[in-house]
């Protein structure tokens, strides 16, 4: 199976403003750093509601940063996730330069209390 070629990461917006800050973006997943981790959680955009539902359930606002691929000097890995299940999500072993982020998608929560994908995607 080919894998998309849009990275998408799920950041809180506190997160973002202090990478903007930095000039890189150091949060793997909530309350997780790379160097927590090892790596940075990311997800293709088939991916992001049932990721955004399951850690991100009690938060009323996210940010989508979409990552340029070839803008990221660290290695990218596509493996499964933390579940062991057959999903693959893609790791980026190291810190992701603000200048990767080629857009930004701010994300609220639905009237229904869901995470759906936006429709500005």
Same mark, same amino acid.
């Given at each position: 199976?080919?894998? =998309? ?7 809180? =917006?506190? @997160? ?6 930095? $000039? ?6 909530? @309350?997780?750093?790379? /160097? @927590?981790?090892?790596? !940075?959680?990311?997800?293709?955009? $088939?991916? %992001? ?9 009690? !938060? ?8 340029? +691929?070839?803008? %990221? ?6 493996? +499964? $996730?933390? /579940? ?5 999500? +893609?790791? %980026?072993?190291? +810190? %992701? =330069? ?11 929560? /639905? ?6 994908? =936006? !429709?500005?995607?």
């Amino acid at each position: 199976m080919n894998e =998309p070629d849009e990275l998408l990461h799920i950041a809180l =917006p506190d @997160d973002w403003t202090a990478a903007r800050a930095a $000039g890189e973006y150091r949060v793997s997943t909530r @309350d997780r750093t790379l /160097d @927590d981790e090892g790596f !940075v959680h990311c997800s293709y955009p $088939g991916q %992001i509601e049932a990721v955004a539902n399951r850690f991100f359930a009690d !938060v009323a606002e996210l940010v989508l940063l979409h990552l340029e +691929p070839e803008l %990221i000097e660290a290695e990218i890995r596509v493996e +499964p $996730g933390d /579940d062991g299940g057959d999903e693959r999500f +893609p790791h %980026i072993y190291g +810190p %992701i =330069p603000t200048a990767a982020v080629v857009a930004t998608t701010w994300w609220d929560r /639905d009237d229904d209390g869901m995470w759906h994908k =936006p !429709v500005t995607m």
